[in-house]
């Protein structure tokens, strides 16, 4: 899968700078992001974790274009978005982001195949050699005719992750992706996570779960909208 590899001027996939978003809260101000610096290279896993109310999904729904900072740099492919408008980030965050949330969001009167199909149908394209390959990678290709409701958790999951790829993006942002697994299931998720990184795909992953955080190859750890704590967990080479 060397379609998930970057052409960047600095190597990043992502490079986020002084990333702030502040709300009001009557006569209250509340820095739900303040200052945030990160980056993510193709081929790195970074874990996001910390308590509720830390500041975790606002970088993720920052990172996913899904909310504009207050303020900040966010590069993505080197493509600076904070100044994008509503229609080119949807179009943005198709062909570049693939998301995967804990609650799968699976339609439930479609077929294995024909939800992983779904955004290549609003992105108005065909490639069913991608839906059948990416069948064949998560292990569903006897499941590929089966609903929602006749898979497990983690067929779910698997299901939701081969959708969040089917458009080629470069990297994946996966919200507490195994809180709903048993611990089996668990492991099989992220080895799956290691092989797309393997191929060069950057994954952030937001999770209460430390087992899962310290399979990364870094723990960024955040507080009161800042990053707290990094740690390196593997060396890149």
């Not at 490079?15 to 610096?37: C, K, M, P, Q």
């Not at 394209?125 to 609903?147: F, M, N, P, S």
Request: glycine share 8%; aromatic share 4%.
């Amino acid at each position: 899968m060397a379609d998930n590899q970057a052409a960047t001027t600095n190597g990043k996939l992502l490079d986020v700078t002084d990333l702030w978003r502040t709300y009001r809260r009557g006569s209250e101000t509340i820095h739900a992001l303040a200052g945030v610096n990160l980056s993510l290279r193709p081929g790195e896993m970074v874990s996001i974790v910390g308590r509720s109310g830390s500041g975790k999904t606002t970088l993720l729904n920052q990172v996913g274009c899904l909310d504009k900072p207050s303020r900040g740099s966010l590069k993505i492919s080197g493509i600076e978005v904070t100044g994008l408008k509503e229609q080119e980030l949807v179009r943005f965050r198709r062909n570049h982001i693939g998301f995967i949330f804990q609650l799968f969001y699976l339609i439930p009167t479609l077929t294995v195949e024909e939800n992983i199909r779904l955004p290549l149908v609003f992105a108005r394209k065909k490639d069913e050699q991608r839906v059948t390959e990416l069948i064949e990678r998560v292990g569903l290709e006897k499941a590929r005719k089966a609903l929602p409701r006749q898979l497990d958790g983690g067929d779910m999951q698997r299901v939701a992750i081969a959708r969040a790829l089917v458009n080629r993006p470069k990297f994946l942002l996966a919200d507490e992706p195994t809180g709903r697994l048993e611990k089996n299931t668990c492991a099989a998720i992220c080895r799956i996570f290691h092989e797309l990184a393997a191929d060069g795909l950057g994954v952030i992953i937001a999770t209460h779960d430390p087992v899962l955080a310290r399979e990364a190859d870094r723990i960024v750890e955040f507080s009161d909208g800042r990053i707290a704590r990094e740690e390196i967990l593997k060396e890149r080479q």
